[in-house]
């Protein structure tokens, strides 16, 4: 272990050890405790900014979950950090706005690579090396999907910066904005997942993202009514494909 | 319908998986390893061979090189009803501790090339099909066959990117060397965005006989031949597992 490593990481607040060999990283802070109460036991260990990180057990496995707050410049950090004490496998577990029209409220998005649409996963590597999810931690989300019974759809998002240029609150016109990723066969919008990727992808460790579907952002449905069931089951996802590559020994 | 301008061409007259070496002779060794197949059509460097392997239809389009070539066979191909694009072809690897020869089966790829930037906003990911890379992985170790997942840096100057230019080839290709990208060729990005776009799969088997760094420890011809045979029979295995896949079998 390096000098580096045996202090405190400046933005997430956690040595080597502290966290598990898979971490979960939801955008919302409030998300982590909902992580906490989902494991047979998890434990509090350090909270700075908007980086929580509770670390637990489930059936045995011993995984963590580390908060980054909204957008990719957290995520970065958060990224990086938990590389630098030695986490094998990164999961982000987030909401986003589907814009294929076929996609419904509580069903799953497993993300195989992600439109870079911000710039800060730019200053890491051009613009043209691509934000791939790991195949393994794609493998492990379908089959806790599965194992849960949850919907789920395989492909590629966009990950962007500016929210209130492409959501349902947007300003102008946002359809036409987003037509030519629709398009593009782009199944959803968020703010994190390309960053993550590229950041996984040039230091050789493993990334993934699954997402819970709303309703496509063009639909006035509004919000999803059973949503707190729903980020139940994206959470439950995410805990459980850290167990699947916990069993076939990818920590 | 009349014959597609350039691949000539009709519906029907293609599997739902077509393989796509660049190099025109080696559609004949690809269609080789199919049970029987059949030369269809030939024009320009696109030549099709149309066989069946283990009950399923398939066949091989020679594309030539580069991306803008391979960018008009996957157009014209969907529309005589192709599906599946499985690039079968050679680069030169990066990563020194890769063996000599090697066999990797490409998960995404840098957007090195013209061709998709004309498509698409250069953001947009050259990402494998999940499928193909699980259905490569798993067929290479059904058949004991050495491969390795990565990334592919695709460009379009071959002679600004391999051992055979004038240029410092290694000062500009460090950054996808540091990065972790496996090897450099010319095509991935188009198979793998394009067939994205399309709503339909796409992936890349690439065999390299050495590597930038040290291009005078090529592996020998007949080492290679075997490594297309392999990555061939790989993606054969490949094509009966989609074809499981998609018809609910």
């Known amino acids: 272990m390096n000098i580096e490593m045996q202090h405190r990481q400046h933005h997430i607040n956690l040595l080597p050890g502290e966290a598990a060999p898979t971490v979960l990283i939801p955008g919302d802070p409030a998300r982590v405790k909902i992580f906490a109460e989902l494991m047979d036991e998890a434990w509090k260990v350090t909270e700075k900014r908007e980086y929580i990180t509770y670390t637990g057990i489930k059936d045995g496995v011993k995984i963590s979950c580390t908060s980054t707050g909204l957008g990719c410049s957290p995520t970065a950090i958060g990224t990086e950090e938990l590389i630098r004490i030695g986490t094998k496998n990164i999961i982000r577990i987030g909401t986003c706005g589907p814009i294929q029209p076929y996609l419904k409220p509580g069903e799953m998005i497993i993300a195989t690579g992600a439109v870079r649409g911000e710039r800060t996963s730019e200053e890491f590597i051009s613009i043209d090396y691509p934000a791939v999810a790991d195949y393994r931690i794609v493998r492990a989300l379908i089959d806790a999907c599965v194992k849960l019974g949850l919907t789920y759809h395989l492909g590629i998002i966009r990950t962007h910066d500016a929210y209130y240029m492409e959501s349902p609150q947007a300003i102008g016109d946002y359809k036409t904005r987003l037509q030519k990723w629709i398009d593009l066969n782009v199944l959803a919008l968020e703010n994190e997942s390309s960053t993550l990727f590229v950041i996984a992808g040039m230091q050789g460790i493993r990334a993934g993202t699954i997402l819970l579907s709303g309703y496509p952002i063009f639909d006035n449905y509004g919000e999803d009514k059973n949503l707190n069931t729903h980020i139940k089951n994206l959470v439950l996802a995410g805990i459980e494909a850290a167990k699947i590559l916990h069993e076939k020994g990818l920590d | ?249």
């Open chain 2, 1 to 249: 319908m009349e014959k597609q301008h350039h691949i000539q061409l009709l519906p029907g007259d293609v599997g739902e998986t077509v393989f796509l070496p660049g190099d025109i002779s080696r559609a004949k060794v690809i269609a080789d390893h199919f049970d029987s197949a059949e030369l269809i059509a030939q024009n320009r460097q696109y030549n099709t061979f149309t066989g069946m392997y283990k009950g399923i239809k398939v066949s091989v389009t020679s594309t030539g090189i580069g991306g803008a070539a391979a960018a008009i066979a996957i157009e014209e191909l969907i529309k005589v009803g192709a599906k599946n694009f499985i690039r079968i072809g050679t680069g030169g690897a990066f990563q020194t501790w890769l063996p000599k020869p090697c066999i990797l089966v490409i998960t995404g790829a840098v957007r090195g090339d013209g061709t998709t930037r004309e498509y698409f906003p250069v953001e947009y990911p050259a990402v494998a099909d999940f499928y193909i890379v699980e259905g490569m992985i798993t067929s290479a170790a059904e058949l004991n066959i050495e491969v390795h997942p990565g990334l592919e840096w695709s460009h379009d100057a071959f002679y600004a990117g391999s051992p055979l230019s004038n240029l410092d080839i290694l000062t500009i290709e460090k950054p996808w060397i540091d990065a972790g990208v496996l090897i450099a060729s010319q095509e991935a990005s188009t198979v793998l965005s394009l067939s994205m776009a399309r709503k339909c799969r796409g992936g890349t088997i690439l065999c390299s006989s050495g590597c930038h760094q040290h291009p005078e420890m090529n592996a020998t011809p007949e080492q290679m031949e075997k490594a297309i045979s392999n990555a061939t029979k790989i993606s054969l295995e490949t094509a009966v597992k989609l074809h499981k896949l998609d018809h609910g079998l």
